[in-house]
């Protein structure tokens, strides 16, 4: 439903009057100076012809709204238009002048008086139901440009929105793929290992449906469920996975995209155990500061032949959703030194409310 440009908000109302009441002292003091009457008359008139015109006036916003440019062609809009005003403007040149003749049908000099004006009073309303005409096509037009920016804009998220359910529907098949080749190898060789990673996992499987309901999670959300993956990596390699985090109490009620750590951790994981025989030492440490998260993870290798494909799927996809939510290109940075790997991102922290921004 359109709302009334004039009627349906307060602010525009009062701008409505007072520029029609401009127009009714303009037409006191023409009519006060340029005739014999009384001011007591010069008020009576402005009042009743510049009165009818201004209702009218409100009417012809529906006139506009319904001889659409976007919609009828322009001589249809034109047809409508000439024809539309021409019987507003009878409406307010009967009524007008009918009930200014009942008022002062006893003086023939008013009679007289509106005869010889009638001409110049029809012409100023004439004009006026243009400017009227004119400003409710603006606010049509105006009101069509709005409402194509608000489509144009949900458009633009939805796509953001496919695009991230795209990036993060890769996360869970990489890593389902990566850990049941985990507890495939401890099948034979130890089952009962393999069955305590299978209880970590379906326990890991299941804080990760949760979280990827949630674009935003705290980062205590987040790491509870890396401790969950790296457990299901210690119980396959033991003693050769060693693991540090650094993360003080007041970082941990920050946020940043649910699922953005695990690539980071699967990758390091991937090329620093999967890819040599030696231990992996994971270092994670988190700072915050100046609405910024800092997040670093530092990891060795062995095989320097593994770290360009190390650079792969799995932080390009990181590195794409934070372009995706935060607009920005340099908020995940690689540095790759000799057998030593480091992955450093930012994760700002000035969008409103994040955690209340849950997909449906």
């Given at each position: ?71 009828l062609k ?90 991230l359910a ?168 690689i540095d ?25």
């Amino acid at each position: 439903m359109v709302i009334h440009p004039v009627l349906g908000y307060k602010a525009n109302w009062i701008y409505y009057i007072s520029a029609w009441s401009v127009i009714l002292s303009l037409h006191v003091i023409l009519v006060y100076n340029y005739s014999p009457f009384s001011l007591e008359y010069a008020f009576t008139d402005a009042g009743v012809q510049v009165g009818i015109l201004a209702l009218i006036g409100l009417g012809t916003w529906y006139l506009v709204r319904y001889t659409d440019l976007e919609i009828l062609k322009k001589s249809q809009v034109l047809i409508n238009l000439v024809f539309g005003g021409m019987t507003l403007l009878l409406i307010w040149f009967v009524l007008s002048f009918g009930v200014l003749y009942l008022l002062n049908k006893n003086d023939p000099s008013v009679i007289e008086y509106l005869k010889e004006t009638s001409y110049l009073r029809t012409g100023m309303a004439l004009v006026l139901f243009s400017i009227v005409v004119l400003v409710y096509y603006t606010i049509n037009y105006y009101n069509h440009f709005h409402e194509k920016l608000k489509i144009e804009e949900q458009l633009k998220e939805n796509a953001r929105e496919l695009e991230l359910a795209y990036l993060r529907a890769q996360i869970n098949p990489h890593f389902l793929f990566n850990a049941l080749n985990s507890v495939s190898s401890l099948v034979v060789v130890n089952p009962d290992k393999a069955q305590e990673a299978i209880v970590e996992l379906s326990e890991y499987l299941r804080q990760n449906m949760f979280l990827s309901r949630n674009r935003f999670v705290t980062v205590k959300e987040e790491l509870e469920n890396i401790k969950r993956y790296l457990q299901i990596e210690e119980i396959r390699y033991g003693e050769r996975v060693s693991k540090q985090l650094n993360v003080p109490p007041e970082c941990k009620k920050m946020v940043l995209p649910s699922l953005i750590l695990q690539p980071l951790f699967e990758n390091a994981v991937k090329f620093g155990l999967h890819e040599s025989t030696g231990e992996l030492k994971i270092f994670l440490d988190i700072k915050c500061q100046d609405d910024f998260l800092y997040i670093r993870l530092q990891n060795n290798y062995e095989d320097t032949s593994q770290t360009a494909t190390g650079t792969g799927r799995g932080l390009e996809n990181v590195r794409q959703r934070l372009r995706i939510i935060y607009g920005r290109h340099d908020l995940l940075m690689i540095d790759d030194k000799e057998r030593e790997f480091i992955v450093t991102m930012k994760v700002p922290q000035y969008i409103s409310d994040p955690l209340n921004r849950l997909e449906s």
